[in-house]
């Protein structure tokens, strides 16, 4: 694939947003004039108030050009005018401030529309190549991802492999490629909230459109949860990871939905048939769980401790009628 397609980096959409704002406000700008005003405007500091390097801060200009939200003329570069289109929803007095409902709508169509983000990964989860933000939130279809390591002249390479349910595969090989989709769009893809991810382990991983409304009944959940997952004893240890892997991409919402609105309410309502476990032999400890954020997800805080396992009486496969 045309590398020249993989400038998409690991960025906040939130300063993208901001330098939006900034050259809708002071715009046109030079180069160096924009990182000057972003730096006084706190767009290119970190959190702990030290200047970005220059190669983030040209990262976050080039990805606002690219898609499509800054105009770049002899004078310097000015944002697009907002009427009829996605930027109108970027209001001056969000500068600074963490992405509202709408500026995530809007960022959800700034990417979808953009020929290369769709063309380096969004295609995987259509089955069509033409498709609205719409289309792909109703008819999006998980990606499981893999991560390979084989060795070549004496060196190991790693790859991603990425399959659709659509038929599509794609692998990234080079460096470049996986910044710009494993740490780049596909971390903006979770910002906007149009997709989620499950992750397990390198071997282990599904992303996923979520759905943008229709979400599933405690009901409809339930019964899938009895379909899918058959009783072997009395009393059935079912690790939360495994069904957060099964079930979020089935339902296409956030994992924090199948937490709230299955597990806890199937303890709430069947009380002397659903229970839950901390953490157990084989299974990770506090410690390990809360290394990584994508790991955490997939586990539930309940008061002051994780629980690791759903303990499921087979009675409730006899009193839920499916």
């Given at each position: 694939?045309?590398?020249?397609?993989?400038w998409?980096?690991?960025l906040?959409?939130?300063?993208?947003?901001d330098?939006?704002?900034?050259?809708?406000?002071?715009?046109?700008?030079?180069y160096?004039?924009?990182?000057?005003e972003g730096?006084?405007?706190?767009?290119?500091?970190?959190?702990?108030?030290?200047?970005?390097?220059?190669?983030?801060r040209y990262?976050?200009?080039n990805?606002?050009f690219r898609?499509?939200?800054?105009?770049?003329?002899?004078d310097g570069y000015?944002?697009?005018?907002?009427?009829?289109?996605?930027?109108?929803?970027?209001?001056?007095?969000r500068?600074?401030?963490?992405?509202?409902?709408?500026?995530?709508?809007a960022f959800?169509q700034?990417?979808?529309n953009n020929?290369d983000?769709?063309?380096?990964?969004?295609?995987?989860f259509?089955?069509?190549?033409d498709f609205t933000?719409?289309d792909?939130?109703?008819?999006?279809?998980p990606?499981?991802?893999?991560t390979?390591?084989?060795?070549?002249?004496?060196?190991?390479?790693?790859?991603?492999?990425?399959?659709?349910?659509?038929?599509?595969?794609?692998?990234l090989?080079?460096?470049?490629?996986?910044?710009?989709?494993?740490?780049g769009?596909?971390?903006?893809?979770?910002?906007?909230?149009l997709?989620?991810?499950v992750?397990?382990?390198?071997?282990?991983?599904?992303i996923?459109?979520?759905?943008?409304?229709?979400l599933?009944?405690?009901?409809?959940?339930?019964?899938?949860?009895?379909?899918?997952?058959?009783?072997?004893k009395?009393?059935n240890?079912?690790?939360?990871?495994?069904?957060?892997?099964?079930?979020?991409?089935?339902?296409?919402?956030?994992?924090d939905?199948?937490?709230?609105?299955?597990?806890?309410?199937?303890?709430?309502?069947?009380?002397?048939?659903?229970k839950f476990s901390?953490?157990?032999?084989?299974m990770?400890?506090e410690?390990?769980?809360?290394i990584?954020?994508?790991?955490m997800?997939?586990y539930?805080?309940?008061?002051?401790?994780?629980k690791?396992?759903?303990?499921?009486n087979?009675k409730?496969?006899?009193?839920?009628?499916?």
């Open positions: 694939m045309n590398q020249k397609l993989y998409m980096r690991r906040e959409l939130s300063k993208i947003r330098l939006y704002i900034l050259l809708h406000r002071k715009g046109p700008l030079k160096t004039e924009i990182f000057v730096e006084n405007s706190s767009i290119f500091l970190k959190e702990d108030g030290s200047p970005l390097a220059k190669t983030p990262h976050y200009l990805n606002a898609f499509g939200m800054l105009m770049k003329g002899s000015r944002a697009k005018p907002r009427p009829g289109t996605p930027m109108v929803a970027f209001r001056n007095e500068f600074g401030k963490a992405l509202n409902k709408n500026e995530r709508a959800r700034v990417i979808v020929e983000c769709r063309r380096a990964f969004l295609r995987m259509m089955n069509d190549d933000v719409n792909f939130l109703r008819d999006g279809v990606v499981y991802a893999v390979t390591i084989f060795e070549c002249d004496d060196k190991k390479i790693r790859t991603k492999l990425y399959k659709g349910y659509a038929g599509r595969e794609m692998i090989h080079s460096e470049k490629e996986k910044q710009a989709i494993e740490w769009l596909k971390m903006m893809l979770f910002q906007c909230c997709c989620d991810e992750y397990i382990d390198p071997k282990k991983q599904v996923y459109p979520l759905r943008s409304e229709g599933p009944s405690f009901q409809e959940m339930l019964g899938k949860f009895l379909t899918l997952n058959t009783p072997v009395d009393w240890f079912i690790p939360v990871n495994e069904l957060i892997f099964q079930l979020a991409p089935e339902f296409r919402s956030t994992k939905f199948v937490k709230t609105n299955l597990f806890i309410e199937m303890r709430k309502k069947y009380t002397d048939y659903v901390e953490a157990s032999k084989g990770p400890k410690k390990q769980i809360i990584d954020t994508r790991f997800d997939n539930m805080k309940v008061g002051t401790s994780w690791t396992h759903l303990i499921v087979k409730l496969w006899d009193i839920v009628k499916i």
